[in-house]
């Protein structure tokens, strides 16, 4: 998985201002997590969005048949719990770490009185935004034209570090599929 990153320096390498840089960053609360550690569980709403600073996170659900299903992952450098800006409610999904994380945490009302006084942060959560929605729409897409095996592979060719380190049954439950179908894809490869 990638080396961490801290905070400035995300902010830096998206173009913000260094006083606005200067200005954002006490706004964040850095948190720990060990692995296994649920940051949103889920049907509550943390209040707060996270970009991981290091580590990596999945979005779960629980169907109605009580099984756990793999919705997303969330690694250094990426956002998570940005569906908290959109809604006040419960959220559908938990997030739980997959390895000891450190993550970045705003409050959702701090973040929101910050768009209005640094424009440059909304334009950033929309960008976020657009890139959660085209991933789950191609997502989508690959579970109604792909079979298993093209789904595990495309998986694996956008997130190679994930592929390795994190246990199959995720894997298998975001591709679709049951671990033991994943394990005959792997064989067949």
Known sequence: ???????????????????????????????????????????????????????????????????????????TGD???????LDDGPSEYGIEALADCQVAQISVPVL???????PVLRDLYEKLFRQAFIISDEKGLAFQRLPAKERYLEFVANYPDLARQIRQEYIASYIGVTPSSLSRIKREL
């Open 79 to 85: 956002w998570c719990c940005i569906y908290n800006l």
């Open 1 to 75: 998985m990638a080396n961490a990153i801290n905070l400035p320096d995300y902010l830096n390498q998206q173009g913000f201002d260094p006083d606005l840089i200067q200005a954002l960053t006490p706004l964040f609360r850095v948190r720990d997590y060990q692995k296994g550690e649920i940051l949103l569980p889920q049907g509550e709403n943390t209040k707060v969005v996270c970009l991981i600073l290091q580590g990596v996170v999945r979005g779960f659900y629980l169907d109605a048949a009580g099984a756990d299903i793999t919705k997303c992952f969330s690694q």
């Open 112 to 118: 929101r009185q910050a768009f209005d006084d640094a």
